[in-house]
């Protein structure tokens, strides 16, 4: 009678070692796929440096400014629009105009030299977004913007990714606002209102040419 | 129908392998086991190219918002783009402030909302690195305040002399402000003189151009030239043709369309019945044509094809009084011209009107052309020359000997856009703005007048012509937009100066200016007369060399226009080259393959030429295309082809008899695009006899169908293409280059079959002598509801929209191409190289922002231009609707002159693609292999041997 080549326990051993190393590998590329897409990696809650110690937070919040005052083209456009120095000076020609925070925006009018922001938030340049739809169609600026008007300096509410994308695409209803709630300073619990028309052409909001042309 | 007939190639099968040589061959220098480690170290390298963590970039809003934010979406401003001389009008679309396609005027009547494919591929000639950035001066980098001075100090003695010596040469122009300008200047400097030169031909016979309404024509006869493409007014003939030629509902009001040339041209090629006639033998075909009409008929002297077109064509007159229309090419003779108007007088009735031609080719204040000009200056009546626009040391023939005459110049100034061949001549260079860069004016052929207006500030240190002028007669520099304006102050009709303001707005808005055209001269009573005989010219037995405009850079000025260049040429699809056409009887008597260099010797001049074969060519005629072998276009236009301008002599710029063509034995490797991506041996392009319009030209459909019925409850995008009115003029293919920003990717590569059009267009060859037969066939992607490539991509990469669109996911793609091999139609492309254009070139200000620029190894086909679906969407659904019939529409769709592509919502029994859809005769490519295309073709319908029934007398 022939022996077996490998013992029971050899075998074993193996086979635990061959799990082991499934688990391992499997285990490593969940970590580093969790890594990618963590809020820390996206710069979630991060604010860049800027060349103004502009805040949101008295502006939008305190102040109770809308949004659309600075970002005049959220709804008529694909880009929301950053504020034109000459929109600063709006307020600014009258108030705090000696303030030191303020200078570089009175240099920048003086000097016709544009202010250079550091970009907050950001989508990679396959990605097609259009925030007049979305902005037309309800969708609050905090859903993806996060609590702008909380933040004393400007950073990124939302990893922006495309996970985060598809979610709202796949069902969207349940995060869509009342049109009068879009430019709230605060996400309100979801309600849909009933002014809202049923999205009966949004069908393809999953297809792939939807955002990627 | 039984069965539909099936286009031979009238030329035996060029093809004997769908891939080109060395495509499917193991490279000698990898071994397998190199190639599977690299495959490996790119498999596992492959993710992290994803893996990128976002950037920190800034961004930088103005200090003062524009008038209107540059962060709105894209907007359009009116203009026009000049061709020869003549307006074109187009709107220009910009974003950010910067100029990124070009679209048809739809309120222009001459441009009718298309263009053709130079017109689309102007937009590239803008951002061209190789314009000229600033002033020369022998050579050297100068600047204009060297030239004011040194021209100043001339000023003087001008001023001295009455300015004798004193020319400005320039290109015929239509502009009003521009010959206001020039005669100011002659009144300024009252010897000076004007002299004006062209390349190509003029379009008026005499100072009254013939204009044609070829929807009301029942029979057309066109001698020579190319009315449907190279023409003025092509555009509006073509759309006018076409209407005469779509089928809606089953029905067609069939024009007969008969044609004479000497070398096969997009509009022969869509003649009924076509005679490839020598140009020596034209003359005894008119005549024995004439004596048919006068009820004489004698075909005596006549070949066998001579034969039947004029009997054809006399038997097509005799019944009843159909409407007939003679339109002669401009390279033909006068007397041909005098033949045709009094055709025209005796046949055409209301279809044909002259009108005062609208070119300066006749100015008064002129004192002539090239040749008057080089007589001047061989007496030394020539001092000072200003060169405007001009490239004559290019495009002069070369028995007018230009270079010595301005060697003999003590001061030359070329003011133009590049460097070329005429400005290494001169003493001075300067650089001309872009008709895109400055203010300006044209008249199109129709008389109708537009405002140029700029879309951006020039981007290098040039002024505009007008400023040049207005600048050597004043000394000032004043701006393009006061002179204009200025011309349209004093016009006819403007009483006030608000009233002038609200004009002025109204034309730039709508791109054409509202005014009275002059009233059109009476038509000559139509009578009997006889038509004139011609004189006959003996057959001298020789060859005859035809010169003639290359289709894609004309006279040789878009020559460093890389979209133009990787263009297929219409018949031959060659790319990157010109070559000498030849009929296939004659090449093979010479013993000549394509590509065979032949050297064509006439008075002296020997040129050597590449051949290629090309059915439809009169016997004992070649034909030398102009407008290559350059020396000063560019970095891509240098070095391309042969330069058929030195075959050129004054007298016969047309043609050369006489010529001898000898083989020498060399061989140049041309490069064609005819045999990539073939489908051929299948049923692919039909055509049907009227009498099959109804009938249901689509073959069964399988009886079973085991894939689940599409949808019908949302949008459902479908394409129709209407093979019978397409004039293969190619416009669409540069369309969607501009639009997709679709890489140019070279000679090299193309001759790999690596060319990147998303949209090809075929063509097939049918038939011999006068019923040849020639079928364009545009082939997009057919975004299958089956589609065969989907099934087979490993990643996904390609996959279904909800409304049947075939997306190309250009992110997953990881290039494995089993997508293009399963592909039965051959309408993807794949980035073998990054062909992006290198950092910092100024041709990334054309491209498209609401298309990915796709990097190397990834595929790409056609997509609808699903941006263009996007954005309709949008637009929609900010207003809850649906979208609308012809809201969207595709950059091919928008570009076409013949309305040949439309596009729109299957599911929509009101659109016009669901109409077209429906006709008996529309069918899908290949629709045997039940991918159920949702392009789809309507079959071309051709007239049978019979002529049409005569019309009913009213």
Known sequence: ???????????????????????????????????????????????????????????????????????????????????????????HSQLFRDAPLLQPVIRSAEENVPLSWSRVNTLPDHVHFDHSIHVAKGVACASCHGEVSDMALTAKGHALTMRECLDCHRDPEPRRVAHAQVFSRRTTSATVSCAILEPVHARPLTNCSTCHH | MSAPPLLHPSIPPLRSDEFPAGAAQWPPDL???????????????????????????????????????????????ATAVPSEGYARGVLVKTVDGRPIKLEGNPDHPESVGATDAITQAAILSLYDPDRSPAPRRRGETSSWHRFETEWNEMRGALATTRSAGFAVLT?????????????????????????????????????????????????????????????????????????????????????????????????????????????????????????????????????????????????????????????????????????????????????????????????????????????????????????????????????????????????????????????????????????????????????????????????????????????????????????????????????????????????????????????????????????????????????????????????????????????????????????????????EAMGLTNGDIVAC????????????????????????????????????????????????????????????????????????????????????????????????????????????????????????????????CSACIVACQAENNIPVVGRDQVARGREMHWLRVDRYFGGEGTALRVVHQPVPCMHCENAPCEAVCPVAATVHSSEGLNDMVYNRCVGTRYCSNNCPYKVRRFNFFDYRAPQGSPVYLQSNPDVTIRERGVMEKCTYCVQRINAGRVAAEKENRRIRDGEIRTACQQACPVEAIVFGDLNDPTSRVFARQREGISYALLGELNTRPRTQYLAKVVAGSAPNPAPEPA
């Open chain 1, 1 to 91: 009678m022939n022996r077996p080549l490998f013992t029971a326990r050899t075998t074993h051993g193996v086979r635990i070692a061959i799990l082991g190393c499934v688990l391992t590998v499997g285990a490593a590329a969940f970590t580093v796929f969790e890594y990618y897409r963590s809020p820390y990696w996206n710069r979630v809650g991060l604010a860049p440096d800027q060349p103004v110690l502009f805040s949101h937070r008295h502006h939008a919040g305190e102040l109770r400014i809308d949004c659309r005052f600075c970002h005049s083209t959220v709804e008529s456009s694909a880009r929301a629009g950053l504020p034109s120095t000459q929109t600063c000076l709006v307020c």
């Open chain 2, 31 to 77: 071994s397998r086991r190199d190639f599977v480690q690299l495959m490996s170290a790119s498999l596992a390298l492959a993710g992290l190219t994803g893996c990128g963590r976002p950037t920190l970039d800034k961004i930088v809003p103005s200090v003062a918002a524009p008038e209107k934010s540059p962060s709105a979406n894209a907007r359009w401003y």
């Open chain 2, 171 to 587: 290109e015929p122009t239509t502009s009003p402000t521009l010959r206001r300008e020039i005669h100011a200047l002659l009144d300024a400097y009252p010897e000076a003189r004007w002299y004006q030169h062209t390349a190509l031909g003029r379009y008026d016979n005499a100072g009254l151009q013939p204009d044609y309404d070829f929807a009301a024509a029942d029979v057309i006869l066109a001698i020579g030239g190319d009315c449907f493409h190279q023409h003025p007014a092509a555009l509006r003939y073509a759309r006018a043709f076409a209407s005469r030629r779509r089928v809606e509902h089953g029905s067609v009001n069939l024009n007969r369309f008969y044609a004479i040339e000497p070398t096969l041209t997009l509009t022969g090629a869509l003649a009924d019945v076509r005679l490839a006639l020598a140009p020596h033998r034209l003359a005894r075909v008119l005549n024995q044509l004439a004596d048919s009409f006068d009820g004489a008929p004698n075909t005596a002297g006549l070949s066998v094809d001579e034969r039947s077109f004029v009997e054809r064509f006399a038997r097509e007159l005799a019944g009843g009084r159909p409407a007939a229309a003679c339109v002669v090419g401009a390279e033909c003779d006068a007397e041909i011209h005098a033949w045709a108007e009094d055709f025209n007088a005796r046949f055409a009735g209301n279809v044909v009107q002259a009108s005062k031609a609208v070119r300066s080719d006749d100015d008064p204040r002129c004192r002539g052309s090239l040749a008057e000009f080089i007589e001047d200056v061989n007496s030394g009546t020539v001092t000072t020359l200003a060169i405007l626009g001009a490239n004559p040391i290019y495009t002069s023939a070369a028995d007018q000997d230009l270079p010595g005459a301005l060697r003999r110049i003590p001061m030359v100034v070329h003011f133009g856009e590049h460097v070329d061949e005429t400005a290494s001549m001169a003493q001075w260079h300067l650089p001309a703005a872009h008709f895109l860069e400055s203010w300006g004016d044209l008249r199109s052929y129709g008389g109708l007048a537009t405002i140029q207006q700029p879309l951006l500030e020039p981007l290098h240190d040039s002024r505009s012509a007008l400023q040049f002028l207005n600048w050597l007669r004043t000394g000032i520099w004043s701006s393009s937009y006061d002179l204009v304006r200025d011309t349209w102050r004093s016009a006819s009709g403007v009483a006030t100066a608000s009233d002038f303001e609200a004009r002025w707005h109204a034309a730039l808005d709508r791109g054409v200016v509202d005014e009275p055209l002059p009233p059109r001269p009476e038509n000559r009573a139509a009578g009997s007369d006889p038509l004139p005989r011609l004189d006959v010219a003996d057959d001298t037995g020789t060859i005859t060399v035809l010169l003639r405009a290359d289709s894609n850079v004309g006279d040789g000025r878009w020559a460093n226009n890389a979209w133009l260049q990787e263009l297929p040429r219409p018949f031959t699809t060659i790319v990157w080259d010109n070559a000498a056409l030849i009929d296939r009887t004659q090449a």
């Open chain 2, 601 to 728: 010797e006439v008075g002296g001049i020997s040129v050597e030429a590449p051949i290629w074969i090309l059915p439809g060519q009169a016997p004992g005629c070649v034909t030398f295309p102009l407008g290559y072998g350059r020396t000063a276009a560019g970095q891509v236009g240098n070095g391309c082809g042969f330069n058929a301008y030195r075959l050129r002599s004054a007298a016969s710029p047309w043609m050369r008899t006489g010529v001898t063509v000898r083989k020498t034995g060399k061989k140049h490797s041309l490069v064609s695009t005819q045999e990539h991506f073939t489908m051929d041996g299948r049923d692919l392009a039909r055509t049907v006899q009227p009498h099959e319009i109804t009938q249901r030209a689509d073959r069964p459909k399988p009886a079973t169908d085991l894939f689940p019925a599409w949808p019908r409850d949302r949008y459902a995008w479908g394409m129709s293409i209407d093979l019978g009115t397409c004039t293969g």
